[in-house]
């Protein structure tokens, strides 16, 4: 509710544009997927690899930055709202030489706890210490950092498409050891297109409104708009318009559903004083 523009008058009102809005999330990426599909000719053999262990897969913590991507007035693209994907790893030196490598070797090791310190996902607190303010308020800026409450449909960009491309094309590759999958991973995270960006932003939209017609909850399915050809016939909306009954109906059953906190000391005061009486 609070990325939809005020109603004027009888007018559908539309989304917010959400230029100024970047999503933040993160996800595990494996070295290989547990199938692969390959097309073969009738000469060519099976391809074969080997792993130590199903349960040693290895896997790495990724968290990617992504924001809508910017164009002037003429429509020529500005930023294609990419700010990086960076891995959860750490470097170490090895204390043991092995075949591979020798003591002393430094070697790319990923981070399996990912606790508070790196995420702060389960508190849901928003970081209050002098260091972010410092730098979420510098050159003059405001950059205010929300969590995403608990128990909600999840609506981060991230989810609907952009971590489905990037590890498609990583399963592409073979990577044989970690940091091959951080180069390939970023590399794909390099190579996502800024048109595919933008239609993500609008299915976003799209998902808000079947958020806000199943009164906050997640029985829907992702909405088709076929964006391609919309786009094509000139037609493709960049702030999604959303019907005035929809707004309404939402606001009608929040009202039902809570209560203004003034309103329950009201009542809790009166009945203080019929139990006086």
């Known amino acids: 509710m609070s990325h939809i523009n005020p109603i004027i008058g009888n007018e559908d009102p539309t989304f917010e544009d959400m230029d100024h809005i970047i999503h933040i999330d993160e996800k595990w990426f494996y070295l290989n997927p547990d199938k692969r599909r390959f097309y073969l000719l009738p000469s060519e053999e099976d391809p074969h690899r080997v792993q130590q262990s199903r349960r040693l897969k290895l896997k790495a913590m990724f968290m990617a930055v992504v924001g809508k991507p910017l164009y002037d007035t003429h429509g020529v693209l500005l930023h294609d709202g990419k700010y990086g994907m960076f891995p959860f790893t750490v470097k170490d030196q090895a204390k043991k030489s092995s075949k591979n490598k020798p003591v002393g070797t430094w070697e790319t090791k990923a981070v399996q706890n990912v606790n508070r310190e790196w995420d702060n996902v389960r508190p849901h607190q928003i970081p209050r210490d002098e260091e972010f303010i410092a730098a979420t308020t510098a050159n003059g800026f405001n950059i205010q950092l929300v969590f995403q409450p608990p128990q909600s449909p999840d609506l981060n960009v ?120």
Do not use: H
């Open 158 to 277: 991230l989810d609907l498409r952009l971590f489905r491309s990037i590890q498609s094309l990583q399963y592409q590759s073979f990577p044989s050891n970690l940091d091959e999958l951080v180069e390939k991973l970023i590399e794909c995270y390099e190579t996502f297109k800024p048109e595919v960006n933008k239609y993500i932003w609008i299915t976003l939209q799209k998902c808000m409104i079947m958020i806000l017609q199943a009164e906050g909850g997640n029985k829907y399915k992702i909405p088709y708009m076929n964006k391609k050809k919309l786009e094509n016939l000139g037609i493709l909306p960049d702030k999604v318009e959303v019907q005035r009954d929809i707004v309404l109906g939402s606001v009608e059953y929040l009202n039902t559903m809570f209560r203004p906190a003034t309103q329950g000391t009201q009542e809790a005061e009166e009945d203080m004083e019929v139990d006086a009486d």
